[in-house]
C-alpha cells in the first residue's frame, strides 16, 4: 500500500453526492439569506389583502379618497422588497467577485414583477380606480425609493422611505397636487409622473447593484 493509497479520502457511497452548479447553488444562498422565499409569500398576502379591500369595499370607488387604501398596500409590497436587501451575515457573496450585483439586480427586479403580478391578480374580478397601470407606476417608484434607502439605513429600515412617502401622499392626494414627482396622485396617462417613477426605480436599482445596502446603522465605511 502506498502513502497516497492511505491519504486518499473514501469514495462517497453512490446516490448521496448531488451535482448542483455552484451558480445555481450560490443563488439559492443568496434568496435564502435575504428572506426572499418568506418575502414572496408576504407580496401573496399583500395581494389577497388588496383584494380583500376591493371586494369588501374598505375604499371608495371614485374620488380622492379611492387611493388612499390601495396605495398603503402597494407601499408595504415595496417595503417588503427593499427589506429583503438585507442579510444577517452580511454581503458575503463579496468572495464570489463578479456575481454578487447581478445577484442583487436580479433579486430586486424579480420581486417587483411578482409584487405587481401577486396585486394586480389580487385586483383582478374586482374596481381599481385608476386601474393596473397606477399599481405597477407606484410599486416601481416606492421600490426605488426602498432600495435607494438600504444604502444609508441598512435592509432591515429600508422601509421607512417608501412608507413615509405613501404617509405624504395621502395628503397629497387630499390636496389634489400635480407635481409629477407625487406620482401617485397622478392619473394613469401622466407623463410626467410616470418618468418620476421609472427614474426612482432606475436609480433605486442602480444604487443597490453597484452599491449594496449598508450592512449596520454603525458602520462608518
Given at each position: ?14 446516490g ?8 445555481i ?12 422565499p ?20 374598505w ?23 427593499a427589506?429583503?436587501a438585507h ?8 468572495a ?8 442583487r439586480?436580479?433579486?430586486a427586479v ?26 405597477a407606476?407606484?410599486?416601481?417608484g416606492c421600490?426605488?425609493?426602498g ?8 435592509g ?11 404617509v ?6 387630499l ?16 407623463r410626467?409622473?410616470?418618468?418620476c ?25
Amino acid at each position: 500500500m502506498t502513502a497516497a493509497e492511505v491519504l486518499k479520502p473514501p469514495a462517497a457511497p453512490p446516490g448521496t453526492t448531488r451535482l448542483i452548479p455552484a451558480g445555481i447553488r450560490l443563488t439559492w444562498l443568496h434568496l435564502r439569506t435575504r428572506r426572499v422565499p418568506a418575502g414572496i409569500l408576504a407580496l401573496a398576502v399583500c395581494g389577497g389583502v388588496l383584494h380583500a379591500a376591493l371586494h369588501w369595499h374598505w375604499a371608495f370607488n371614485s374620488g380622492p379618497y379611492a387611493q388612499q387604501v390601495p396605495l398603503i398596500i402597494e407601499a408595504g409590497a415595496a417595503a417588503v422588497i427593499a427589506v429583503t436587501a438585507h442579510s444577517p451575515f452580511g454581503e458575503t457573496e463579496r468572495a464570489t467577485g463578479r456575481w454578487l450585483p447581478h445577484l442583487r439586480l436580479f433579486t430586486a427586479v424579480a420581486l417587483t414583477g411578482l409584487a405587481i403580478l401577486a396585486l394586480q391578480l389580487g385586483a383582478v374580478g374586482e374596481s381599481l380606480n385608476d386601474g393596473i397601470l397606477v399599481l405597477a407606476r407606484n410599486v416601481i417608484g416606492c421600490t426605488g425609493l426602498g432600495l435607494a434607502c438600504s444604502l444609508v439605513t441598512g435592509g432591515l429600515l429600508a422601509w421607512t422611505l417608501p412608507m413615509g412617502y405613501m404617509v405624504f401622499c395621502q395628503y397629497a392626494l387630499l390636496e389634489a397636487w400635480t407635481a409629477p414627482w407625487t406620482w401617485p396622485v397622478r392619473p394613469p396617462a401622466d407623463r410626467g409622473a410616470w418618468i418620476c417613477a421609472s427614474l426612482v426605480f432606475a436609480a433605486g436599482l442602480l444604487l443597490i447593484t453597484v452599491r449594496g445596502p449598508r450592512a449596520r446603522l454603525s458602520d462608518d465605511s
